[in-house]
C-alpha cells in the first residue's frame, strides 16, 4: 500500500487557519499579464461542510499557467527521468485536468503554529473519482483511494495560512522532490533497480510525527563554529545500504536476475578499501552467498560477472582476499578466484543533501 501511495505524488496543498480571523475566502497569486505567458494560482475555502470526510470542509484550487503553457512539454523536460512513466503520466494529466481549471478537495484546521501562519491539512477525492470513471478498473482498488489523502500531500506540498495570506512550501525541482521525500522516509530513485525504497522513520534524525513535516535537516554548530549535529551526514551514515546502487542479483521465480542486496565500501584505519554487504531480507549468521554483479567492460559498458563471497551478518563485511593493488586497480578476489576492481565494480551511490523549496504567498483577495 504504502508503494502505491507514493505513485500518486501530484500537485497538491496544504493548508490552515488563524484564531483572529475568518478562513474562509479567495486567496491569489498572479505574475504576468493576462494573455500570453502567465501564471496565477487561487485558492478559495468554503464554510460549506464536506459531506465525505468528517470535519472537513470544502476548499477549490485553480491554476493558470496561460496559453503558452502545455502539459505534454513539461512532461517530456522529464522524460529522461521517467521513460517508462512518461507516456501514461501525459495520459492521466489529460484525463484529470478539469475543464475550468478548478480543484474540488477538503481541508481542516491544526494545532500547529509557525512563523509563516498555522498548517492546514488537505486533501482531495476529485483526481480519484475522475480517474475511476474514465477507467472503472480503478475503481475496485481500495488503496487507490489513500493516494489524495493529506497525510500524503503534505509529503510533496505544505501550506500555511495567517491573517493576510497562505504561503505554499514548494520543492523548486523533481531532483529536490527526490529529495524532500527522502527526509519523510520515503526513497524513490529511478535510477536504481529499487524504485522505492522504505526509510526507518525511526532512525531518522529530526522531529518526528506532525511536526517533521515542513522541516529541513539542520546542521548544528557551537559559538565557535565547530560541527556539534550534522543530520545530513547522519542520513547518508544510516541509509548508506539503501543509498547503494551496486546491486548483487540472482534469479528469481521466472529465472529473471532479481537484486537481492547492496554493497557498500569503507576505508579502514590504514587506508585500505573495504567491502560490505546487506542483503534486503536478513537471514542466518555468516552466509556463503553467489550470484552476479555488474561492473564497467573496457568498453564503458555495464556487463555481469559471477561473484561467490562470504561475509559476517553482524558486521556485514565480505570476507575476500585483497588483490595488493593500489589506486584504480585496488580491488578484491572472490571465493571463485574472480578479480574485481573497486573503480569497475561500485556504482555511485545516491546521495541525501539539504533540498530547496521556495515559499509562494497568496494574498487575501
Avoid at 482498488?141 to 495570506?165: A, G, H, R
Avoid at 557551537?222 to 560541527?227: E, I, L, Q, S
Avoid at 563485511?317 to 585496488?330: A, F, L, R, S, Y
Wanted: hydrophobic share 35%; net charge negative.
Amino acid at each position: 500500500m504504502k508503494r502505491l501511495k507514493m505513485l500518486s505524488l501530484v500537485p497538491a496543498l496544504c493548508l490552515c487557519s488563524c484564531s483572529q480571523s475568518t478562513p474562509y475566502g479567495l486567496y491569489e497569486f498572479r505574475l504576468g499579464k493576462t494573455d500570453g505567458a502567465h501564471f496565477g494560482v487561487s485558492v478559495e475555502l468554503l464554510e460549506e461542510a464536506n459531506p465525505d470526510h468528517e470535519g472537513a470542509k470544502k476548499m477549490y484550487l485553480a491554476a493558470d499557467f496561460g496559453s503558452d503553457f502545455n502539459i505534454e512539454t513539461v512532461i517530456d523536460e522529464y522524460s529522461s527521468d521517467i521513460p517508462f512513466l512518461a507516456d501514461i503520466v501525459k495520459e492521466i494529466a489529460k484525463a484529470i485536468l478539469p475543464e475550468d481549471g478548478r480543484f474540488e478537495g477538503y481541508y481542516t484546521l491544526t494545532n500547529i503554529n509557525t512563523s509563516y501562519g498555522t498548517r492546514v491539512k488537505i486533501g482531495s477525492d476529485f483526481i480519484i473519482k475522475t480517474l475511476a470513471e474514465k477507467y472503472p478498473a480503478l475503481a475496485d482498488i481500495e488503496e487507490l483511494y489513500d493516494i489524495s489523502t493529506p497525510e500524503i500531500i503534505e509529503m510533496v506540498l505544505c501550506t500555511y495560512l495567517n491573517t493576510k495570506q497562505i504561503t505554499f512550501q514548494i520543492p523548486v525541482s523533481l531532483a529536490d522532490v527526490q529529495q524532500q521525500l527522502a527526509w519523510y522516509g520515503y526513497f524513490i530513485d529511478f535510477s536504481s533497480d529499487r524504485l522505492i525504497v522504505d526509510l526507518d522513520l525511526a532512525k531518522l534524525p529530526g522531529a518526528q510525527g506532525e511536526e517533521r513535516i515542513g522541516t529541513h535537516p539542520e546542521i548544528i554548530k557551537d559559538n565557535k563554529g565547530n560541527v556539534l549535529v550534522n543530520q545530513i551526514d547522519q542520513v547518508n551514515q544510516t541509509f548508506q545500504f539503501e543509498f547503494s546502487h551496486t546491486f548483487l542479483y540472482q534469479p528469481d521465480e521466472l529465472g529473471f536476475p532479481e537484486a537481492v542486496g547492496s554493497f557498500v565500501t569503507k576505508l579502514n584505519e590504514k587506508n585500505e578499501t573495504v567491502l560490505y554487504y546487506s542483503p534486503f531480507e536478513e537471514g542466518g549468521t555468516n552466509m556463503d552467498i553467489e550470484g552476479k554483479v555488474y561492473v564497467t567492460s573496457f568498453l564503458d559498458e555495464r556487463v555481469t560477472k559471477d561473484i561467490k563471497f562470504s561475509y559476517s551478518t553482524n558486521s556485514k563485511e565480505v570476507i575476500v582476499t585483497p588483490n595488493g593493488k593500489q589506486g584504480k586497480d585496488e580491488g578484491f578476489i572472490d571465493s571463485s578466484g574472480n578479480e574485481f576492481t573497486y573503480s569497475t565494480f561500485m556504482e555511485k551511490p545516491f546521495t541525501f543533501r539539504d533540498f530547496h523549496d521556495v515559499r509562494l504567498g497568496l494574498a487575501k483577495v
